[in-house]
């Protein structure tokens, strides 16, 4: 309780005694901690930090150091102590890609699905943007389409119009991380820039 604060207490028509719309809980140990466990753990809560917790619960109930003790209380949850960031393993600085020169040197690629399927059964957008002019190739082609497919649709549209890549950017697509790709692009002396577990946003553009 604030010093110099003055609290207005009053008796519900139930019995229950009341500071101001709050229901005031009373010293029990075991009263407290089921307000807080059902705050705090039951399935519609998915453990709250003790600043959201606390803005929850002043609007219900009230009690002396009641910040203090949900802060106390959520010290000592073991799930909301893993999740932490600084128990995490830090992501490590950003690695940036190399600095542009011409148009259709550096490409990203991406898979779009979800569609319904085509009159030639396609069901999915391959899309390959240039990082440069930002000028897009939207290739219709089917989710299932194996990598050697996937190879021969990229030398017809891509490197007979452009020419060989300096570089390609993507996301770890099992197609893409498959040994038949690397191997393509190494042949034709293109390097892959591929995202890695904690910056999967490196292809976030396509």
């Given at each position: 309780?604030?010093?110099?604060?003055?609290?207005?207490?009053?008796?519900?028509?139930?019995?229950?005694?009341m500071m101001g719309?709050?229901?005031?809980?009373?010293?029990?140990?075991?009263?407290?901690?089921?307000?807080?466990?059902?705050?705090?753990?039951?399935?519609?809560?998915?453990h709250p930090g003790s600043t959201m917790m606390y803005q929850d619960l002043k609007h219900l109930y009230w009690w002396p150091n009641m910040e203090r003790e949900i802060a106390e209380y959520m010290s000592k949850c073991g799930i909301c102590q893993q999740v932490k960031v600084e128990h995490q393993r830090p992501a490590g600085p950003l690695q940036p890609l190399q600095i542009l020169e011409w148009k259709w040197e550096m490409i990203t690629m991406d898979f779009v699905s979800g569609f319904p399927k085509w009159r030639k059964g396609n069901?999915?957008?391959?899309?390959?943007?240039?990082?440069?002019?930002?000028?897009?190739?939207?290739?219709?082609?089917?989710?299932t389409d194996l990598v050697d497919k996937l190879a021969k649709i990229y030398i017809n549209e891509v490197v007979r119009l452009h020419g060989?890549?300096?570089?390609?950017?993507?996301?770890?697509?099992?197609r893409f991380t498959s040994r038949l790709w690397p191997s393509i692009q190494y042949a034709l002396g293109t390097r892959l820039d591929m995202s890695i577990a904690f910056h999967l946003q490196t292809d976030g553009q396509s």
């Open positions: 309780m604030e010093v110099g604060v003055e609290m207005k207490f009053q008796v519900a028509d139930d019995g229950s005694l719309q709050r229901l005031y809980v009373s010293n029990d140990e075991t009263v407290k901690r089921m307000v807080l466990q059902e705050a705090h753990e039951s399935k519609f809560s998915i069901d999915t957008i391959w899309v390959i943007i240039d990082q440069l002019m930002k000028s897009a190739l939207f290739l219709p082609i089917k989710m060989i890549l300096v570089s390609i950017v993507s996301d770890r697509d099992p």
